[in-house]
């Protein structure tokens, strides 16, 4: 009796883990990124780069993902993360309906864009969208820690030029 109830136990928890989350991908909108972006890139990924925090525990499994907007007057503003692909998805359900969300492949790299107001000169909207496996709809997403990244770099963009934003990150 007991095994049996155990049994049925196991299986209803398992149907809802199951049913909990769903296969259905989302589209997302493809992006073609300009020559400053192409250059933001080169800085990021340049491994001599040391104006980024990277924790120790970097994975394999990444995708970036660029905030980026303009602040009124002032200049553009660029916060590219590196995060897990289990981030990135629930970042992505949590921006989905945001008409500044966008991705583009840079070298083997997948980029996800999210513009806060607008793409500028930065990056032109396709007619095409793309899938992902590690990209679907989630029932509901689970809130992220305050530092969910494995790096993170800031930049902004004035007079044709990139530069640091801030102070350097502390480790």
Known sequence: MR???IICLLVSLGSYVCFAQTTEKIPIPVLKESKKVDQLMD????PNNADKFERSNN???SCFLIYFFKPGDNPYVFQIEKNTKAVTNTITNSLVRNP???IFQYKNYKVFVIAG???YDFFNRTDQTATFDFIYK???PAPLENEHFLAIWHYQYENGKFSVE???AVK
């Open 3 to 5: 095994s049996s109830l």
């Open 117 to 119: 107001n607008g793409f």
């Open 100 to 102: 500044g969300l966008g």
């Open 166 to 168: 801030g102070p350097p």
């Open 138 to 140: 989630l029932q509901t």
């Open 43 to 46: 800085i990021v990924l340049d």
């Open 59 to 61: 994975s394999t499994d």
